[in-house]
């Protein structure tokens, strides 16, 4: 079983920035992707960012640019998202995904942190 603990969501003015923390702990010996996804309401959950096991990374085209996905080399499990030049467009509930091969994929998910950035 794996766990993850997301952190760092807030509300901030358009043109603020934010980082996302999300800690996987349990059996996570074969990450496979981390990343995070977010849901908006009355949308569908959609992909932000993820990075690989072997750094590959990608990204939304909504988000290219402003947003950077990155692991914590220090801290097998951990993954950030730092989040540049919010717009109101960027407000959701953001989910930290972790997917595990067992060998088949196993997809795990956090509870979500609320990203609120005003208009």
């Known amino acids: 079983q794996v766990q993850l603990v997301e952190s760092g969501g807030g509300s901030v003015q358009p043109g603020g920035s934010l980082r996302l923390s999300c800690a996987a702990s349990?059996?996570?010996?074969?990450?496979?992707?981390m990343g995070w996804y977010r849901q908006a309401p009355g949308k569908q959950r959609e992909l932000v960012a993820i990075?690989?096991?072997?750094?590959?990374?990608?990204y939304a085209d909504s988000v290219k640019g402003r947003f950077t996905i990155a692991r914590d080399n220090a801290k097998k499990g951990t993954v950030y998202l730092q989040m540049n030049s919010l717009q109101p467009e960027d407000t959701a509930v953001y989910y930290c995904?972790?997917?595990?091969?067992?060998?088949?994929?196993?997809?795990?998910w956090g509870q979500g942190t609320q990203v609120a950035v005003p208009s």
């Open positions: 990075i690989a096991s072997g750094g590959a990374t990608t």
């Open positions: 995904l972790t997917q595990i091969r067992t060998p088949a994929f196993v997809n795990y």
């Open positions: 349990g059996s996570i010996f074969s990450i496979n992707i």
